[in-house]
């Protein structure tokens, strides 16, 4: 397989063709960015950390019958994807109160929820990535009820595999972001990345936060977390 020509570059990764039609390969950068791209850091290693467990969670969701967009592992910060159009909706599944939820109605954070609760937001950095009902979804063509409804569920599938998985290595997943698209048979697939940037993990018993939020919050110890997350999921850096 050859990298072909830039085809994209995100906040966090660059994407180039290769010489198959639908398989993408992505780099993934060391930027660190955090509210709407206002804040930036470059944090050596965090690329790499980031590739590493979001191939390894993505084999694991396989494992369990859930189908992501990854492909193969190709470097410490290079993976080749299944060329998928991203479906412009974040979906956030929440285990207990953190971030945003926390401020918008007032839950003290880590106050744990009866079941979990899925939310969508515009991928959309102009507008600031706003929360959605499923009517503004239908307004702005942005899914189907159908598909809607479809990722809902595999939301909460990730969440039943992911749960347990963390809970294994002592860590609690508060919540996650995922984002899916639509393969050249239009089959929805989870793409994008699982990592500590897009999930809220905090250790066991501690509530040490092995997340982005200690760059959000300024915590400081970002790559040794990052490091511990892929350490405990049988990485060995
Ligand atoms: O900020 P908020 O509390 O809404 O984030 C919920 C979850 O979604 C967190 O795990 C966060 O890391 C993730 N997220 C993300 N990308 C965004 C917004 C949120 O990965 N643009």
């Given at each position: 397989?050859?990298?072909?020509?830039?085809l994209?570059?995100?906040?966090?990764?660059?994407?180039?063709?290769?010489?198959?039609?639908?398989?993408?390969?992505?780099?993934?950068?060391?930027?660190?960015?955090?509210?709407?791209?206002?804040?930036?850091?470059?944090?050596?290693?965090?690329?790499?950390?980031?590739?590493?467990?979001?191939?390894?969670?993505?084999?694991?969701?396989?494992?369990?019958?859930?189908?992501?967009?990854?492909?193969?592992?190709?470097?410490?910060?290079?993976?080749?994807?299944?060329?998928?159009?991203?479906?412009?909706?974040?979906?956030?599944?929440?285990?207990?109160?953190?971030g945003?939820?926390?401020?918008?109605?007032?839950?003290?954070?880590?106050?744990?929820?009866?079941?979990?609760?899925?939310?969508?937001?515009?991928?959309?950095?102009?507008?600031?990535?706003?929360?959605?009902?499923?009517?503004?979804?239908?307004?702005?063509?942005?899914?189907?009820?159908?598909?809607?409804?479809?990722?809902?569920?595999?939301?909460?599938?990730?969440?039943?595999?992911?749960?347990?998985?963390?809970?294994?290595m002592?860590?609690?997943?508060?919540?996650?972001?995922?984002?899916?698209?639509?393969?050249?048979?239009?089959?929805?697939?989870?793409?994008?990345?699982?990592?500590?940037?897009?999930?809220?993990?905090?250790?066991?018993?501690?509530?040490?936060k092995?997340?982005?939020?200690?760059?959000?919050?300024?915590?400081?110890?970002?790559?040794?977390?990052?490091?511990?997350?892929?350490?405990?999921?049988?990485?060995?850096?």
């Amino acid at each position: 397989m050859n990298k072909g020509k830039q085809l994209y570059e995100g906040k966090a990764k660059r994407i180039y063709a290769t010489d198959q039609e639908d398989i993408v390969w992505i780099e993934y950068k060391n930027s660190a960015t955090a509210f709407n791209g206002e804040k930036k850091a470059e944090i050596d290693g965090k690329g790499r950390l980031n590739n590493l467990i979001t191939g390894l969670l993505f084999k694991k969701l396989a494992e369990h019958g859930i189908e992501s967009h990854f492909v193969e592992q190709l470097s410490e910060n290079e993976q080749l994807v299944k060329h998928v159009n991203i479906i412009p909706l974040e979906v956030v599944v929440r285990n207990a109160a953190a971030g945003s939820i926390a401020k918008r109605l007032g839950f003290e954070e880590g106050t744990p929820f009866k079941e979990p609760i899925v939310e969508f937001y515009y991928k959309d950095d102009a507008l600031g990535d706003p929360l959605l009902t499923e009517d503004h979804i239908k307004i702005l063509e942005a899914a189907t009820p159908e598909e809607v409804q479809f990722l809902k569920k595999e939301a909460l599938r990730v969440n039943e595999v992911l749960v347990p998985l963390f809970s294994d290595m002592d860590i609690e997943l508060i919540d996650f972001k995922i984002e899916l698209g639509k393969d050249k048979n239009g089959s929805i697939l989870l793409a994008d990345e699982i990592s500590p940037d897009t999930c809220r993990l905090w250790e066991k018993g501690t509530k040490r936060k092995l997340d982005k939020d200690l760059f959000r919050r300024d915590l400081g110890g970002l790559t040794e977390a990052y490091t511990e997350i892929y350490n405990r999921l049988g990485g060995t850096l």
